[in-house]
């Protein structure tokens, strides 16, 4: 079945890190919200109380799934919208503590903007993209440190954080964890030991424009812009509730699936790192290849311009991203593959969703080999 949303089916969808295909459950759930979710879950008349009772189902579903309490949860409009709340409340509620963050230096840039705004500390990588526990631990321990942030798993080349571990120092520290999980919600377990976590609906196959906050109880957040209450996280202005709704109703679905889904996706990617190791020459799978998210998979070629690959790719019906140099609006290499040392020329990031078929990831593998060569001969090389 194409999950694309292309009519033609002609294009093969591996951009799933960027955004996962509309869930059928979140499509069914968002056109039944429409109808009795639209009124103000504030107001006490019909409507609003229709609306209240959809909001209160939808937020207690998240929150389970999380393990949070309901009123530990908030949605905002976007998931980068959700993490800089995190970092900006996180940080305004311990200025009496310290103004420093302490980050991993393959943060997403939304985190990596808000951390513009204080005094940083960053967290280098190995080159599989994996925190350095030991400079996280002394950094944390620093004097005057308000908050630490650490990605739950790379959304460039896939590698799973010790979030717990790095959670421990926190704690013996006394330092707030902050966790953007945008990645790894709905297809991992949440990891443990954090006090501030942000998600994004459209990385699980929610809509877009729904993002999530949970911060714990006893975790001082103080709003970063105005409004009535600065001590509860929630973003100004109405919520697209019809959204939130098909996010959780999404959320529930591939979180029963994950499981099998995590087998089955992990299988492929193997597929991938294997093949392409063994037919592009001059190639480097970049990320670790075990502690990984199971649906993504990062390779550079050298001697390829990226942006010309991705062009290429699309020519012949495949939908990937990229985070070299080249496909940079900033004209810099991504800094995720900066940190970790490793080639960012020629990337491809390829990312399965629940739609991805063995025939899907044969095709790409029988056309990857030879479009690098082609662009490789057209340099001259």
């Not at 309490?69 to 976007?78: A, K, Q, V």
């Not at 571990?165 to 945008?182: I, K, N, Q, R, T």
């Not at 030991?193 to 609906?201: D, F, K, R, V, Y």
């Not at 311009?305 to 019906?317: F, I, K």
């Amino acid at each position: 079945m194409d999950y694309t949303g292309d009519p033609a089916g002609a294009h093969v969808y591996l951009d799933a890190a960027s955004a996962v295909p509309l869930h059928p459950v979140a499509r069914e759930a968002l056109l039944a919200a429409l109808a009795d979710g639209w009124a103000d879950p504030a107001r006490l008349y019909a409507q609003g109380r229709r609306a209240q009772r959809l909001q209160e189902a939808a937020t207690a579903v998240v929150a389970e799934i999380l393990g949070v309490r309901p009123d530990e949860l908030s949605f905002w409009p976007s998931g980068a919208a959700a993490a800089q709340a995190a970092v900006l409340g996180g940080l305004a509620g311990r200025k009496r503590a310290g103004r420093v963050l302490v980050h991993s230096a393959i943060e997403h840039s939304a985190v990596l903007h808000a951390a513009g705004t204080a005094e940083t500390a960053e967290v280098g990588v190995d080159r599989t993209g994996r925190l350095d526990l030991d400079a996280w631990a002394a950094a944390v321990a620093a004097p005057g440190v308000a908050l630490a942030a650490l990605i739950s798993a790379s959304h460039e080349v896939g590698t799973v954080q010790p979030v717990a571990a790095a959670a421990e120092y926190c704690a013996e520290s006394g330092v707030p964890l902050f966790v953007d999980a945008a990645q790894s919600v709905g297809r991992l377990a949440v990891p443990p030991g954090w006090s501030l976590l942000s998600a994004s609906a459209h990385k699980w196959g929610g809509p877009p424009g729904v993002g999530v906050l949970a911060v714990r109880k006893g975790v001082r957040w103080i709003s970063p812009t105005p409004q009535d209450d600065l001590y509860r996280p929630r973003p100004q202005g109405a919520a697209d509730l019809p959204a939130i709704v098909a996010a959780a109703a999404s959320l529930r679905a591939v979180s029963a699936e994950a499981q099998a889904e995590g087998v089955r996706l992990s299988a492929l990617v193997d597929r991938i790192r294997d093949r392409v190791a063994a037919t592009v020459p001059d190639v480097e799978i970049v990320g670790d290849p075990v502690e990984r998210l199971p649906h993504l998979v990062t390779f550079s070629c050298l001697y390829v311009d990226g942006e010309a690959l991705l062009h290429a790719l699309d020519r012949h019906g495949f939908a990937v991203s990229s985070g070299s140099s080249c496909t940079s609006s900033t004209l810099r290499p991504s800094h995720v593959l900066e940190a970790m040392g490793v080639l960012s020329h020629g990337n491809v990031r390829v990312s399965l969703h629940r739609g991805t078929t063995e025939q899907d990831v044969d095709r790409f593998l029988a056309v990857l080999p030879g479009l690098v060569a082609g662009i490789r001969a057209e340099a001259g090389l």
